[in-house]
């Protein structure tokens, strides 16, 4: 009895060596680390910055005045200054305001607010930024649709009312990582304007947002 235990005590402790001579296999440990997401930016500037600025203004104009000799001064740069390309939408809004009623009353001035029905407005992306519509330009309808500058078609002037609440959706549909472009505005006030335009006033406010692409 003694011998059978004797060996079934060495028999365990065989096992046991063996058993611990496993841990001795050849291994090696490698490591993944630093696995980061880091978010690109969309981040659209206007005239190198992010306040609002004033794309075009005038005072005292009158019937035949224009600025279609300096269209240039009627621009603002729209600059995507993030690390993501974008699509670029737009909208505007028009206010229109009567001029002050005179003193003493003139019955040859009646104050309305019908400059924004008058005056009219051509919008368009100057993209070779040379100050007026010219090859590679892209054209905003007052309609919410965009057009391509072609030999022989001008610029779609429609009264500055009839852009009122309008959306462009896509005006730029691939606005590269720092791409600069000029929005500008070619504006008239027509010979045929009236007295009823007199003293009043018309704003136009254009917003433009940069969208993440699909």
Same mark, same amino acid.
């Given at each position: 009895?003694?011998?059978?235990?004797?060996?079934?005590?060495?028999?365990?402790?065989?096992?046991? @060596?063996?058993?611990? =001579? *496993?841990? !001795? &296999?050849?291994? $090696?440990?490698?490591?993944?680390?630093?696995?980061?997401?880091?978010?690109?930016?969309?981040?659209?500037?206007?005239?190198?910055?992010?306040?609002?600025?004033?794309?075009?203004?005038?005072?005292?104009?009158?019937?035949?005045?224009?600025?279609?000799?300096?269209?240039?001064?009627?621009?603002?740069?729209?600059?995507?200054?993030?690390?993501?390309?974008?699509?670029?939408?737009?909208?505007?809004?028009?206010?229109?305001?009567?001029?002050?009623?005179?003193?003493?009353?003139?019955?040859?001035?009646?104050?309305?607010?019908? @400059?924004?029905?008058? =005056? *009219?407005? !051509? &919008?368009?992306? $100057?993209?070779?930024?040379?100050?007026?519509?010219?090859?590679?330009?892209?054209?905003?309808?007052?309609?919410?649709?965009?057009?391509?500058?072609?030999?022989?078609?001008?610029?779609?002037?429609?009264?500055?009312?009839?852009?009122?609440?309008?959306?462009?959706?896509?005006?730029?549909?691939?606005?590269?990582?720092?791409?600069?472009?000029?929005?500008?505005?070619?504006?008239?006030?027509?010979?045929?304007?009236?007295?009823?335009?007199?003293?009043?006033?018309?704003?136009?406010?254009?917003?433009?947002?940069?969208?993440? @692409?699909?």
């Amino acid at each position: 009895m003694k011998k059978i235990i004797g060996l079934s005590i060495a028999a365990l402790l065989i096992l046991a @060596l063996v058993g611990g =001579a *496993t841990w !001795a &296999l050849f291994s $090696d440990t490698e490591t993944s680390a630093n696995n980061t997401l880091v978010a690109g930016t969309l981040d659209l500037n206007i005239n190198g910055g992010n306040t609002a600025v004033s794309t075009f203004s005038a005072a005292n104009v009158k019937p035949g005045d224009n600025n279609d000799a300096n269209q240039a001064a009627a621009s603002s740069i729209l600059l995507n200054k993030g690390s993501l390309a974008g699509k670029l939408t737009m909208s505007a809004a028009v206010v229109g305001l009567a001029g002050p009623a005179p003193v003493p009353a003139d019955p040859d001035i009646v104050p309305t607010n019908s @400059l924004k029905d008058v =005056a *009219t407005v !051509a &919008l368009y992306i $100057d993209k070779d930024g040379d100050g007026h519509w010219s090859s590679g330009d892209i054209g905003l309808k007052s309609d919410g649709t965009t057009y391509a500058y072609a030999v022989g078609t001008p610029l779609s002037q429609a009264a500055m009312s009839a852009y009122d609440g309008k959306n462009w959706a896509s005006v730029l549909p691939n606005m590269a990582t720092t791409e600069s472009d000029k929005f500008a505005v070619n504006w008239e006030v027509p010979t045929a304007a009236t007295n009823a335009i007199q003293g009043g006033s018309a704003t136009m406010t254009f917003t433009f947002v940069l969208n993440q @692409l699909p």
